[in-house]
């Protein structure tokens, strides 16, 4: 006998729950005073107690929604919702917790808060779902502390391995693994758990969109295509610190003016318009002595290169090393060269971005294709399950900076998307397994 299908109609008969705005405002209120900044920022670096308080303050909150709660040994927050059938592959959405220093209150934080909203909004509406729903917290997204990038999600998709616990340090010298356990995390467990197809069926993320395309188009909603990749690597400059006063100008081996001519070097290189949609920037500069009376004798240089297409962004990297040696050479100043992290560009699954673009097409709202310049957990993640973003506009483009922010109307369209494409995802897997 066909079992009548156990899941929401199409969006025409079902009911369309109005995201609770005063809610969501609330909660961002609150995620923006772990870490707040003089001017309006946040700084909730990776692997650091802010981080794991913000991730304890979403716990809460995922179980005032009902969900069942668990913190894997890298530190990511997992909250469950069981589905009619168990055992069947979950559909999960997400973001990060964690900011760059100064950073935004939205960055992370919006597909997070989305995500529970939906949550709240499926419990409210007392609607069950056939596949379990995982709601996902991921670790130390931002690579601003470590250099790389995305380590929580990388740690469950087999992307991060041991060395990079030694290797990967930050500022002052602390390795990633060494942060990990001093916030409670167990980096030895790595390789023990990884994500596949046989746990998550898809994986969605809302996330601000960083840039100002959205905005000058007038558009509520972007569809993410591709994710850019990213180089970034270690420009080690050593000249020799000399008395500012008593040594010639021609007898100088200045590495800070040698710097100066790399990073001018690097900004070229990028504006190259042969290279469409490459981007370099050097964020990073660390100068020794660092004192006014001396000349500098060492820089040291942290360089991001990305692009979407992985050949150009690994070509503009190697010319980085290229000119650094370049220039080096000519001011007899040793340059050294290291690998910070290297990840590929991402391009995601046109089937479910096809779904969520019928999910807008059937809300009514406007929404547009585009890639994405910044990088993300659903550009991990999708090595090994299917993912989505959904995009909503930032203001006037600000984005890693207390200036960030997005409107509620905007953040409440982005609920709506996400809440509808779970539900039709978990419609049309259901029949594609026969249980519809
Ligand atoms: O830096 C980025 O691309 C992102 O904000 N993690
Ligand atoms: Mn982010
Ligand atoms: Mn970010």
Redesign the pocket.
Known sequence: MLREPSVAAPIGEQARPTPNLGRLQADLQQFAELGATADSGVSRLAYTPLEREAHQLIARRMRDAGLEVRVDPFGNTIGVRPGRRAGTAAIASGSHLDS?PN?GRF??TVGVLSALEVMRLLREQGLETEHPLWLVVFAA??GARFGAPCLGSKAVTGLLTSDDLTRLRDAQGIALGEAMRGVGCQPETLGRERWSARDLAAFLEVHIEQARVLETEGRPIGLVDGIAGNTRVRLIVSGRADHSGATPMHLRRDALAAAAEIILGVEALARDPRRRSTVATVGRIEIEPNNLTTVPGRAVLSVDVRDIDSDRQRVTAREVAQLAYRVGERRAAQVLVELITDSSPAVLPIWLRQHVAEVCTELGIDFRVMNSG?GHDAAVVARVVPAAMVFIPSRDGA??SPQESSSLADIGRGVEVLYHAVLRLDRVLAELEGLG
Do not use: F, R, T
Request: aromatic share 0%; hydrophobic share 20%.
């Open positions: 760059v950073g960055d992370g997204e931002e910044a984005s890693h």
